[in-house]
């Protein structure tokens, strides 16, 4: 493997970061230059849809104090020449390498028209925004998309007092995520807690021209309403890589162990990366959790220091928390690449549910809704790919 004397990572949040830090870690005495879009230094997004919303400004993130400003902020890459070597950047700048990390994450969809009064969520401006609006203690929200984002901003609204519409295109929301019983759980927690579900419609556009006064939905309701947030999900930031030769689809596609398929000098990592997941026999996935990037930006780095033939495989379990609405919810695993699933413990006074995900007779995922004991146990089953046989309550 040649030395490399140059990296070049674009991306300043969470798998950037980490990246920077990897290669301090391993005394890489070459240049490294970080590019990144925001005006902001890197930062922790999941308080945003919680804490924040709720007038707590703790967005750190550890280890970003010791970038010192030694990166490019405000700048965004806008093309990747690979037979050069070389990120152009929206100044008409160019920064050369022969190492490359892609962490540059994923941005919400929006609406083609999406007027004032309708918010996305995934920057801390987003959501300082949002607070703006909640504080002004608006008589209705209407939520669009029932995904862990949706589903949080509806429960911290909700503990505000105020009144709110969530509308899911799917049967039940986040059945994908945890699967039908998980999924039809959540849809009762929400009744529960006061949030008006409608799920199996569709969210089509707004009334009211330049603000947002309605929302109207695919079976032609019309939902009035004070302030909108569209949490219809994230497509990965892999425009500026059009035409780069780089194989992209539904993200960066890469091996096993994070490099761009077909390279040997750019890796990639985070939300941006959809690899060969060894666990689930080389499925590719693409996981949008905040310890996947944690971890990926590292060893991608790593690994693009050592070289393809020394590289190690990303193999985690995927695995992703949340609070809604006080109940405790994990996933670990993909559910969605399961053909069956079975309830282990279903306690529904106590809020207490645990079910377990199997493909072809061995674990691919587990949802766990106050009971993180189980949910560590099945990780652990998910990591050793157990049959489902074995694994009961
Ligand atoms: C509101 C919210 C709540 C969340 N809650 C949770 C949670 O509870 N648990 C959990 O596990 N995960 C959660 N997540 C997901 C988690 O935050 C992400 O998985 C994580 O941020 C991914 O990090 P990343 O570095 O890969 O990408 P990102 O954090 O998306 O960062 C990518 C960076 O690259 C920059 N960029 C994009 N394109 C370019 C370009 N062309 N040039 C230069 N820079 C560019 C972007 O501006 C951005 O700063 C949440 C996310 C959001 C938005």
Redesign the pocket.
Known sequence: MAKLNRIVV???????LRAVQALRAADFAGDITL????NHAPYN??P??KSVLNGDDDISLPGAEQLAGDWLRN????ALRTDDRLVVLDDGSEATFDGLVV????SPRRFAAQPAGVHS??TVDD?LALRTELAAEPAHVTVIGGG??GS?VASTARQQGISVTLVDAGSHPMVATLGSHGAQWLARHHARHGVDLISGVRALGFDGGSRATAVLLSDGRRIPTDVVVAGTGVEP?TD?LRGSGLKLDNGVVCTSSLFAEGESSIVA????ARWSHPLFDGELVRV??????NEQ?ALAVRNLLAGPAQAETYAAVPS???HIHGARIQVAGLPALADTERVLIDESDEDRLVVTFASHGILVGAVAVNAPKDLIRLKRAIAARTSSKEVTD
Request: charged letters at 20%.
């Open positions: 674009v991306g300043a949040s969470l798998a950037g590019i990144g879009a925001e997004r999941p945003l849809s700048r965004r890459a806008t962490a540059t994450g994923a969520l995934r959501a862990f984002i949080e930031n500026w990592a985070g939300d941006v949008e959790h905040w310890a996947n990037a930006g992703f928390a949340t």
